[in-house]
């Protein structure tokens, strides 16, 4: 029997589960889908319990399909995982998770990371964690939690990410990756182990964080349970697998020095590939590790991408996520290029990272007048979330890593219309590739691969992922959006006073 692989791709909205043969290639797939909670003004959480059900009802699902059939080649030699990044789960001794996952949406830690910065300012923060941290970044959140929640905190065994927490779950073993644990911003490169004194720094006790491995290693082995409820040996491997933004990475084939992936999903983020591990110029944000050893990733984030589309659309009341018709709704942006009239959107509805790095920035229509309507609206958040592109890719410049290929991968990059905008307000060509939302399940079942031994290492990737279209940028409508980005650029400054005031009149 040849040897296959299953891998788990736990998202913001749902989780796939993917079975691949020797090569890398998709044999089958299954999806359950699900929600976020909202708590107050800026909670947002995620039930990590139904995560777990879900994911183990479709990978159920998906070998009975592929192994239950009587086809006796198919055998599943190892498990991978990948997931969305800086979540917070805490579990008690037993794995049990104490409270619903806190998303990486969530900004109730906004106060935390205030206090943080008060005690520690960011050129200190940058010196000790290799990154300023904002309320979406897991060291807020743990000091939140430990704050707000002292019970908790004290019954808390481990302080684990999505990824982990699952891991966990499957195997019994608490652990982490290299990129995983550098995205803690508790991360000694040079050791590629926590680092100890950014743990007291923060106050953070580093037993309650997971054991650092290599993204190829073994975790465990699946517990019994779970093996006998999908139908597999209990001595199954289970790897430490990367999340979203490393696994995307290597999904996309990026994997090169100069390669370039952008995910297009609830969120959007640029994923650089580095030779080296290159300082932010502007000494805020630091690069992640990867999965590859000695290799380096700068992640640019937006904090919501699809999410804004996502929105504008249940607001317009075109339908439930699950519903809608994304051919209308690009046809009613393609309508309305012609008339724009200079709206702007700035999609900071949760705030915004790179390169504004404002927990406290607010989403605005700017220019509105009688003659706008639905598709307009829709235009414009497709065309906001693009210019938001461009000012936090010219940020990743700075750090001069040359730019050889841009990938685009997730579920924003099927729809042409959406894309075509990004590649002319980037002025950069665009490649999207086959099956984009399979890129984050393939880069987990590759470590999967390159952990057992059937793949010597990574390099593969480049090779099996087929480039379907290259959206070229079109020289006269980048010309007028260049325009419309120095507009738009200057709304973050004009806007400011106005947010930010009145969330210091709410606290007052």
């Known amino acids: 029997m040849s040897p296959h692989f299953l891998a788990f791709d736990i998202g913001t909205s749902g989780v796939k589960v993917v079975v691949v043969d020797a090569d890398g290639a998709l044999l089958d797939s299954s999806y359950r889908g699900y929600g976020i909670q909202m708590v107050g003004d800026a909670g947002v959480e995620q039930d990590l319990d139904l995560i777990i059900r879900l994911l183990l009802d479709a990978a159920d699902e998906l070998l009975t399909r592929v192994t239950g059939a009587g086809d006796t080649s198919v055998s599943i030699d190892g498990i991978s995982v990948t997931a969305q990044m800086f979540n917070l789960v805490a579990v008690d001794e037993s794995g049990k998770p104490l409270i619903p996952m806190i998303s990486w949406l969530d900004q109730r830690a906004e106060g935390a990371a205030r206090a943080l910065a008060e005690i520690m300012p960011p050129s200190v923060q940058f010196k000790r964690f290799t990154a300023v941290v904002s309320a979406k970044d897991i060291v807020p959140k743990i000091l939140w939690l430990r704050d707000t929640a002292p019970e908790v905190y004290a ?173 209308q709704v690009e046809q009613m942006a393609r ?35 009688l003659h706008h309507g639905p598709g307009h609206f829709l235009r414009a958040v497709m065309e906001g979330v693009a210019f938001q592109m461009r000012w936090a890719l010219q940020y990743g410049l700075d750090y001069g890593e040359r730019i050889k290929r841009i990938r685009a991968v997730g579920g924003g990059s099927m729809g042409s219309v959406w894309t075509q905008i990004i590649a002319d307000v980037l002025e950069r060509p665009l490649e999207t590739i086959a099956a984009p939302q399979d890129a984050g399940a393939i880069g987990a079942a590759a470590c999967a691969l390159v952990g057992s031994g059937v793949k010597p290492d990574y390099s593969f990737l480049a090779d099996r992922v087929a480039v379907t279209h290259t959206y070229l940028p079109d020289a006269g409508r980048s010309r007028e959006y260049c325009a419309r980005y120095a507009q738009y650029k200057r709304l973050y400054d004009a806007l400011y006073p106005i947010y930010h005031n009145s969330r210091d009149e709410a606290r007052r």
């Open 155 to 327: 019954r808390t065994a481990k302080l684990l990410d999505c990824k982990e927490a699952v891991v966990l779950h499957l195997t019994g073993v608490a652990v982490t990756d290299h990129a995983g644990a550098s995205a803690y911003r508790l991360f000694a490169h040079d050791t590629r182990d926590w680092d100890s004194d950014a743990c007291e720094a923060a106050g953070i006790d580093p037993d309650k964080l997971p054991a650092v491995r290599a993204a190829t290693d073994v975790a465990g082995r699946l517990l019994p349970d779970i093996a006998h409820r999908l139908g597999l040996p209990a001595d199954t491997p289970v790897y430490v697998g990367v999340g979203d933004v490393p696994a995307s990475q290597l999904g996309s084939g990026a994997v090169d020095p100069g390669d370039l992936h952008v995910s297009l999903g609830t969120a959007v983020y640029f994923g650089l590939m580095m030779s080296e591990r290159r300082v932010d110029p502007c000494h805020q944000l630091g690069a992640l590790a990867h999965a590859e050893a000695h290799q380096w990733i700068l992640w640019l984030e937006i904090a919501t991408g699809g999410a804004a589309l996502a929105w504008a659309v249940r607001m317009l009341g075109l339908g439930d996520p699950g519903s809608v018709d994304y051919t």
């Open 335 to 369: 309508d309305s290029a012609h008339d724009m009239d200079g709206l702007l959107f700035a999609p900071w509805l949760s705030g915004e990272r790179v390169p504004v790095f404002d927990d406290a920035a607010r989403a605005s229509f700017v220019g509105l007048s």
